[in-house]
């Protein structure tokens, strides 16, 4: 019995170390993807930002400027929304693959209780009926707990994207509305 006990202690300390260096690479995951779209970012409005000074110091007219600053406003708060989409994307994503390891791992823990208690049962003394009977009480209100937790942020991660589905269409249509103003104001010069 001793032996079936150091055999499941060390399989569950490899699962243990598993679990961690798996969880660490997806987390290093996505880091570099977050790495690699703000290094792009930052490429891009660099590079962005010396054509428009560019532009703008070869134009002399007010007019025209105004015109060009309209024409500058709208494609900027386009790529700020889908940098936001991609942060998100990134985010949701890694936060998905934790996900999927903890339920893994609580189906594994699950299992292994069950097969402790089982065992325990088995070979319990006479009298430990009772001992027992909590015991599984316990290990079936934890998974109860787990279950009404793990619904719960499945719920917050929807309400959270959706809410920021809501502030991009909100951001978009805001800066449309600028760039029209602009335009329009740079008309009426």
């Known amino acids: 019995m001793a032996q079936f006990y150091s055999e499941q202690f060390a399989a569950g300390q ?29 490429k ?8 428009s000074a560019q532009m703008t110091l070869s134009e002399n007219d007010p ?7 309209s024409s500058l406003t709208q494609p900027a708060a386009e ?17 998905s693959e934790f996900l999927k390891v903890a339920e893994a791992q609580f189906a594994e ?8 208690i089982d065992n325990l049962t088995k070979n319990a003394p006479a009298g430990s009926e009772t001992a027992v009977a909590l015991l599984k009480s316990t290990i079936t209100a934890a998974n109860t707990t ?31 509305e600028t760039a029209t103003h602009t335009s329009r104001a740079a008309k009426a010069v």
């Open 109 to 116: 823990y699950s299992h292994s209780a069950q097969t402790f």
């Open 44 to 51: 891009s409005i660099f590079a962005e930002t010396q054509e």
């Open 14 to 42: 490899k699962s243990h170390v598993d679990t961690f260096f798996s969880l660490t690479n997806k987390l290093f995951e996505g880091v570099e993807k977050l790495t690699i779209l703000n290094l792009q970012a930052a």
């Open 79 to 95: 790529k700020a929304q889908a940098y936001s989409r991609h942060v998100v994307e990134i985010l949701t994503g890694t936060q």
């Open 146 to 176: 787990y279950d009404t937790v793990h619904k719960a942020t499945k719920q917050a991660v929807e309400l959270a994207e959706s809410s920021f589905d809501a502030a991009t269409a909100a951001a978009s249509k805001a800066a449309k």
């Open 63 to 69: 007019k025209e400027l105004l015109k060009l600053r």
